[in-house]
């Protein structure tokens, strides 16, 4: 079973507030870590914001 939209995005406000993900769900831990992975890249990479074009 995928995650429906309404989940995935209470779950993406979870992982980008720093909130806990409370539930045990496979599916739902596997799209939380990638998540914060995905928040950890861009934070090591410096890819924060928008780009300047001038």
Same mark, same amino acid.
């Given at each position: 079973? @995928? $995650?429906?939209? !309404? &989940?995935? !995005?209470? %779950? *993406? %406000? +979870? +992982? @980008?507030? =720093? *909130? =806990? $993900? =409370?539930?045990?769900?496979? #599916? #739902?831990? +596997?799209y939380y870590k990638q998540i ?9 990479? =410096?890819n924060l914001g928008i780009? &300047?074009?001038?």
């Open positions: 079973m @995928t $995650l429906s939209p !309404h &989940r995935q !995005h209470k %779950i *993406y %406000i +979870a +992982a @980008t507030m =720093g *909130y =806990g $993900l =409370g539930s045990e769900d496979p #599916e #739902e831990v +596997a914060k992975e995905e928040m950890k890249d861009d934070r090591d990479n =410096g780009s &300047r074009s001038d």
